[in-house]
């Protein structure tokens, strides 16, 4: 069994950022499938509530830690999975250090960990190595168009590194890794003020508060239901290539189209209003899946149709209504 070793003893999994949207979602799934989940997290952007029904599992341990500092894990441990950053605008604009400092000293003190246990590793990267890209849509081999100056760099260049990084123990050390570049992902457990389209979007509509947009609207996203995503990154944890892989939806709107899925699906009276776009914002992004199609035998199931259903009763509980 994959999730066994010899002795049919779990394996066991690491999962930093465990307490976050993606994380919590991933401690789940491993917890299902039978592995011995560890989950590490100092709740700068994670919450306690992500993670509370799966303390009394006894294949679950929860620890308090921030990953820019020394990682100690006692035992054995088979795979390392690095989820821990800031990931929204909101997050990582008021936590610019901290955001550079876990895609760098975090990744080195999980991959040295890594590198002690003879464990695998996954890297949670994004779409945002790609920038505000010059081809759509984007494939691995794409090299991105980036500003590393620019307000959305401490995000940027600290997955770009993260890959660096990633990359340079698995040339160097033989580390077996993984590196995971996941495009928007929308579901429960996602901060309602977190500053991403989706929650802003549906907490105004629902609140009947006007929905904002950035510059007219014109720019497109590709938007993937969570368990759609985690179920490509455990793909891609047990099928092991060492080079990037695209998770994602690829079906592309622009976010004025978006916004009117939004007040439709809710009923909504909300007015629309415009304001100015952020710089370095992406233009476009879709990601090319066909490499996770090829190797991992994954694609999306979930439409966003079915997804914005499924998520609508997530924040309308989270509003109180």
């Known amino acids: 069994m994959e999730n066994h070793d010899k002795f049919g003893v779990p394996k066991k999994v690491l999962v930093t950022g465990g307490a976050g949207f993606l994380g919590s979602h991933l401690c789940e799934k491993l917890l299902g499938e039978g592995y011995d989940v560890t989950c590490m997290d100092n709740f700068l952007t994670g919450r306690m509530e992500n993670i509370e029904h799966l303390l009394g599992n006894p294949n679950f341990t929860f620890k308090k830690h921030d990953v820019t500092t020394y990682i100690e894990?006692?035992?054995?441990?088979?795979?390392?999975?690095?989820?821990?950053s800031p990931a929204s605008p909101i997050d990582y604009l008021q936590h610019p250090i901290h955001t550079l400092k876990v895609g760098a000293l975090g990744t080195y003190n999980s991959l040295g960990l890594a590198k002690d246990k003879k464990a695998a590793f996954l890297l949670a990267s994004t779409s945002e190595v790609y920038g505000d890209p010059e081809v759509n849509p984007q494939n691995e081999e794409y090299w991105g168009h980036v500003n590393p100056v620019g307000p959305r760099s401490v995000y940027d260049e600290a997955k770009r590194y993260a890959e660096a990084i990633t990359t340079a123990y698995h040339n160097k050390h033989d580390?077996?890794?993984?590196?995971?570049?996941?495009f928007n992902t929308y579901g429960p457990r996602m901060r309602i003020n977190d500053g991403r389209a989706l929650p802003a979007f549906m907490c105004q509509a629902l609140r009947s508060e006007p929905i904002t947009i950035f510059g007219d609207g014109s720019q497109t996203r590709a938007f993937c239901y969570v368990d759609d995503l985690i179920e490509g990154i455990y793909k891609l944890l047990l099928y092991g290539t060492n080079s990037p892989v695209n998770i994602g939806n690829p079906s592309e709107i622009s976010i004025l189209d978006f916004a009117k899925e939004i007040l439709k699906l809710t009923k909504s009276k909300s007015e629309i209003v415009f304001k100015e776009l952020p710089a370095n914002d992406p233009k476009v992004r879709r990601p090319d899946i066909s490499k996770?199609?090829?190797?991992l035998d994954w694609e999306p199931k979930i439409t966003r149709e079915e997804g914005l259903k499924k998520v609508l009763d997530y924040f309308k509980k989270e509003l109180g209504i």
């Open 73 to 84: 894990i006692k035992g054995s441990l088979d795979y390392v999975m690095h989820f821990a």
């Open 175 to 182: 580390i077996d890794i993984r590196i995971a570049r996941i």
């Open 292 to 295: 996770a199609r090829d190797l």
